[in-house]
């Protein structure tokens, strides 16, 4: 079985530019959630959803949005980008309380 | 909300040897406690574990135990090699649907041969 996907895997943004991350779950997860892992910390959650309505939010700006889509695959968007959204972003898909991770999107902020 | 120490945040030791990681939780309503190994540019990949109506649970070379109590879990690594080399984290959740995997900072394992 394929596991979660993440496009695209590397990104380089200036500040201010808004950028959109997409991630596709494992087949038969309905549940999907964001995280951003920044150098040499645990990755810390940023949303999770399940069937098309976010279920949590961790301690983001607004600036920091998701959707999730009929097929469960999801995108997160960042706007106003700061130096500081430098980071790799990790998706995860889940049926139950097991969260598998996709391999991430590094993103550069300059 | 929910804190999650873990130590060290280094570990060397000999192939063959054994490690041992600990991570401590702040939060009496969680119980799902997943370990993580994550290798240099990927992602996390979920190794093992455990629920709160459970003490122990093991894999082939790998255990963890939770002490309820004491809100404390640990990861435990048998006969290493040096592929076991990664940074390894600890998380803790309430396990239910929209919260949050809370994450250790991690320890990085070195095994040499």
């Known amino acids: 079985d394929a596991g979660v996907t993440q496009s695209p895997t590397h990104l380089i943004k200036t500040r201010g530019q808004q950028v959109t991350l997409r991630c596709s779950p494992i087949?038969?997860?309905?549940?999907v959630s964001w995280y951003q892992q920044v150098l040499g910390q645990g990755p810390q959650f940023i949303f999770q959803?399940?069937?098309?309505?976010?279920?949590g939010r961790g301690n983001f700006p607004d600036r920091f949005s998701a959707r999730q889509f009929p097929n469960y695959s999801s995108e997160l968007n960042v706007n106003a980008l700061l130096l500081g959204d430098s980071a790799l972003y990790l998706c995860?898909?889940?049926?139950?309380?097991?969260?598998?991770f996709g391999p991430g999107t590094r993103l550069t902020v300059l | 909300g929910e804190n999650v120490e873990q130590h060290p945040s280094t570990l060397s030791v000999q192939e063959g040897d054994s490690a041992v990681i600990k991570c401590t939780y702040s939060d009496s309503a969680s119980n799902y406690f997943p370990w993580y190994k994550q290798e240099l540019g990927k992602g996390p990949q979920l190794i093992i574990d455990?629920?709160?109506?459970?003490g122990e649970k093991k894999d082939q070379r790998i255990a963890v135990t939770l002490n309820k109590t004491a809100k404390h879990f640990s990861l435990h690594i048998t006969e290493t090699q040096p592929e076991d080399s990664a940074v390894y984290f600890c998380?803790?959740?309430?396990?239910?649907?929209?919260?949050?995997?809370?994450f250790g900072k991690g320890t990085t394992l070195s095994v040499s041969s």
């Open positions: 087949s038969g997860h309905k549940s």
């Open positions: 959803y399940y069937e098309k309505e976010e279920r």
């Open positions: 995860a898909s889940s049926r139950s309380d097991e969260q598998f």
């Open positions: 998380a803790a959740s309430r396990g239910q649907a929209g919260t949050a995997l809370i």
């Open positions: 455990i629920r709160s109506n459970v």
